[in-house]
């Protein structure tokens, strides 16, 4: 029998993948998002938007910490953003849920009709910018450290620890810090390789490093998963 599953590995399969897709992800993804997605396949990076199946997780996520107030670093068309927004509850009192950062606002606003049809556009305040500077200036407040429930950073992979050693000061001990694509196409798990393009090396010893980095932060709780491109969970424990 355990042969038999080593032989077949169903557990990595295409057909799984699109089964779990077919059966408990598309039938509840919310309409808003499924139009984010089908618009940002004319798009050539179109890959760099959350898989649907790690957004019905970060969702579930978020409702599950009942999380009010988070940052999201890497936008894109907004498919995380609108994702998060979503199962943010309504607060009268707080007009912005997330601060959004991201130097690309042109590809935010292809997106940004279906977050308003969507009705949570308030939740959102959009911030074209560099990242690092915007999270300086937060921390600089004073007044906003330990106050956020979540970050979700999508952007960068060569400046993560740089995001990670700020949003430890912005998000509240308890909270929940995401990073994605920290499994790289699988590379991170093969020796160097000549024959990858430079930017995809490059990218690759950047997480290597990452990743073992985040191994070592006793400050955090720790999972990486190996669900879309690879998803790492880390929830601040101190």
Request: with cysteine.
């Amino acid at each position: 029998m355990a042969g038999f599953f080593q032989q077949k590995n169903l557990l990595q399969s295409d057909a799984l993948h699109k089964y779990i897709l077919e059966t408990t992800v598309y039938p509840r993804e919310h309409e808003q998002l499924r139009g984010i997605r089908n618009l940002s396949k004319e798009h050539p990076g179109h890959l760099m938007n959350l898989p649907p199946e790690e957004g019905q997780l970060l969702s579930l996520l978020f409702k599950l910490m009942n999380a009010k107030k988070g940052i999201e670093v890497g936008v894109f068309y907004g498919y995380s953003l609108l994702n998060a927004a979503l199962a943010l509850p309504e607060d009268g009192q707080v007009h912005y849920s997330i601060i959004a950062i991201d130097m690309d606002r042109e590809t935010y606003e292809k997106g940004l009709p279906l977050i308003q049809k969507a009705g949570v556009e308030n939740k959102i305040e959009f911030i074209h910018s560099d990242a690092l500077q915007v999270l300086d200036g937060l921390i600089e407040e004073g007044s906003k450290e330990e106050t956020f429930d979540f970050a979700f950073v999508d952007a960068d992979k060569e400046q993560l620890e740089e995001y990670h050693k700020r949003l430890m000061k912005l998000v509240r001990v308890g909270g929940l810090i995401v990073y994605d694509n920290t499994l790289w196409y699988g590379t991170v798990a093969q020796p160097d390789n000549p024959g990858l393009p430079d930017m995809v090396e490059r990218i690759r010893e950047a997480l290597v490093r990452f990743n073992a980095w985040m191994a070592l932060d006793a400050r955090v709780d720790l999972s990486l998963l190996c669900i879309g491109d690879g998803l790492t969970l880390c929830r601040r424990v101190c």
